[in-house]
């Protein structure tokens, strides 16, 4: 019998990226509120689990040009804040839940605690929080510092960070704090609202927790990583986890580390695994191919690797990427189908028509197909689907590709009730320890 599959739609607050606005067909309105109204409500009808929000605290830079390619390409710039966002998509929606991006590094953890418990509460449940550790100078020198903090010290923060929001959402409102007793005049019972008084190593934090009690206890964890270091942080918090492996060899084996590291910590179970694909989806596969092209044609090839800060201008297109150094950022290049050793060129060529993991083009039946042989091949959890153009992919899903996936077991039923995100990623309360 076939597992449910897991789907979030990637977004960020932006135009788009690598030129991706500038077709005449897109609809893409990214600060207009009624366009993700629509678009979560979209995600709703099509059986996602969530609306995922990407986040940067600064801008793409290069060692050539600086902000320039990213600037001129509107190449995840401009960036608008999606934490104003949620609690009117949560408003329009029933059951899509909302993963959002913060870093552990930049913001106290005190003012975090509070605006994630309120979306939890404005949201029945539905909030999710993409871990991020920061990893631009461009984001660094926007909070007075002249580079970015060092990996392993950001990374030790994170914890401390999660210790005290943990302190915040979890214990400083004992059971039965909350009385609302409007016979007595209580609506709290001093006695069981505790200060956390945490005294750590980066962090001092007296509490009160301000908010009371969540749906969730705290959001749903998420994050992504290729390291080492991150690997060893998501087997100690993740809920749920983002990979970049470049072909199903290298996700099965990350899929499998993930396991092991979660049997040698004693974790019940791995976080849920989720890898980025690409769908292009139409009657016949020649009509798919060529939406594939639409969406490709205006990329700027310019700025593909910008993102990596490096100015391609600045090399001869037969450079291998192995050979050059990044800039302004900790990230590895990115490869092609796992291996770094390709030219420039090769990389345009292979991004241009795939910009995830995996990319599947054909008809609904040969989609689905697809989406159902890397799953059983690799273990995988769930995907991981991003759409620059409106309309594109989530409208094809939901009219092609929602309904063979129901059929075959691969996509939830529609649930009436309220469900938590957690509950509906199969996970436990965060705050007694059983399901939800």
Do not use: C
């Not at 629509?38 to 009808?45: I, K, V």
């Not at 799953?375 to 992919?393: R, V, Y």
Request: cysteine-free; hydrophobic content about 35%.
């Amino acid at each position: 019998m076939n597992k449910p599959l897991h789907f979030t739609a990637f977004q960020m607050l932006s135009p788009g990226d690598n030129g991706a606005w500038r077709d005449p067909a897109n609809q893409r309105r990214h600060l207009d509120l009624h366009y993700w109204i629509e678009q979560a409500q979209l995600l709703e009808r099509a059986g996602f689990d969530a609306l995922f929000f990407a986040d940067i605290l600064g801008v793409f830079e290069t060692r050539e040009s600086g902000p320039e390619l990213s600037i001129r390409d509107a190449h995840v710039f401009p960036l608008g804040d999606p934490f104003v966002l949620i609690s009117a998509l949560a408003a329009a929606t029933r059951r899509l839940g909302f993963v959002v991006t913060a870093s552990t590094t930049y913001e106290p953890p005190f003012l975090l605690a509070r605006r994630f418990s309120s979306l939890d509460h404005f949201s029945n449940g539905r909030i999710g929080w993409n871990i991020v550790t920061s990893y631009l100078d461009s984001a660094a020198a926007n909070f007075g510092l002249s580079e970015q903090v060092g990996h392993a010290q950001r990374y030790a923060r994170a914890e401390e960070y999660i210790e005290v929001l943990e302190k915040l959402w979890l214990q400083s409102w004992q059971d039965g704090a909350l009385q609302v007793d409007s016979a007595s005049g209580i609506y709290a019972d001093p006695a069981r609202v505790r200060t956390i008084d945490h005294h750590g190593e980066y962090y001092q934090v007296r509490g009160p927790h301000p908010v009371e009690p969540s749906p969730q206890g705290k959001p749903v964890y998420f994050q992504a990583t290729a390291s080492d270091t991150g690997f060893d942080f998501a087997i100690r918090h993740a809920e749920a986890l983002y990979t970049n492996a470049g072909n199903p060899q290298q996700l099965k084996a990350n899929i499998q580390r993930l396991e092991r590291l979660a049997s040698d910590a004693g974790r019940p179970a791995r976080p849920l695994v989720f890898a980025g694909v690409d769908l292009a989806v139409a009657s016949s596969r020649a009509e798919a191919e060529e939406k594939l092209q639409r969406r490709t044609q205006y990329r700027n090839d310019e700025s593909i690797l910008a993102w990596n800060g490096i100015d391609i201008r600045h090399y001869p297109r037969d450079t291998l990427l192995s050979s050059l150094e990044t800039y302004g950022t900790t990230r590895p290049l990115r490869s092609v189908n796992g291996r770094l050793d390709v030219t420039i060129q090769d990389y345009i060529d292979h991004t241009r028509r795939q910009r995830s993991p995996f990319t599947l083009v054909g008809t609904p039946d040969e989609v689905v197909d697809g989406l159902a042989e890397i799953a059983a091949d690799t273990g995988l959890d769930g995907f991981s689907i991003t759409s620059a153009n409106t309309p594109g992919i989530y409208e094809d899903f939901a009219e092609h590709l929602t309904p063979r996936l129901r059929q075959r077991g691969l996509l939830a039923q529609p649930d009436e009730r309220r469900l938590t995100l957690r509950q509906r990623l199969g996970g436990q309360s965060a705050a007694s320890g059983k399901n939800d």
